[in-house]
């Protein structure tokens, strides 16, 4: 993809100092990833459904500079109807139980985030996405 005549984003190293520039320009934080270090840990049984080695598709959150939230990634291996995580204070919804239909297996799933931070998956038992999840607080 060509943004300009000579901005070549296939290129690996353009496409990141490129994202870089994009993100620093809208204040955007670095992205929170769930079971990390000092975040947010999985709960019951959820895990992220990709291989070690595929990170860009571990589950993850942050935060816009309008202040909405975003949740991405690939989460599986939980109970239908159970929380996959908790997010922190300020990543909250101020509104309780934000649902959200998304790709998953066996079926769609519905994810629930509610204000006290809970984001519970329902059906979505072998993998659940969570890109297109967002949300202001």
């Given at each position: 993809m060509k943004v300009h005549s000579n901005v070549d984003l296939n290129d690996p190293?353009?496409?990141k100092l490129w994202t870089k520039a994009v993100s620093d320009a809208l204040n955007v934080e670095d992205k929170h990833n769930v079971g990390g270090t000092n975040e947010p840990a999985f709960e019951g049984t959820w895990t992220n459904y990709d291989t070690p080695t595929a990170t860009s598709r571990d589950a993850r959150f942050y935060k816009d500079h309008f202040g909405r939230v975003h949740l991405e990634g690939v989460?599986?291996?939980g109970t239908s109807g159970t929380t996959a995580f908790t997010l922190p204070?300020?990543?909250?919804?101020?509104?309780?139980?934000?649902a959200f239909r998304?790709?998953?297996?066996?079926?769609?799933a519905v994810i629930v985030v509610a204000s006290d931070g809970t984001v519970k998956i329902y059906t979505g038992t072998t993998y659940t996405h969570?890109?297109?999840v967002s949300f202001r607080t």
């Open positions: 190293l353009v496409f989460v599986g291996g204070d300020g990543y909250r919804p101020s509104v309780d139980n934000h998304c790709e998953s297996s066996p079926a769609n969570l890109d297109g």
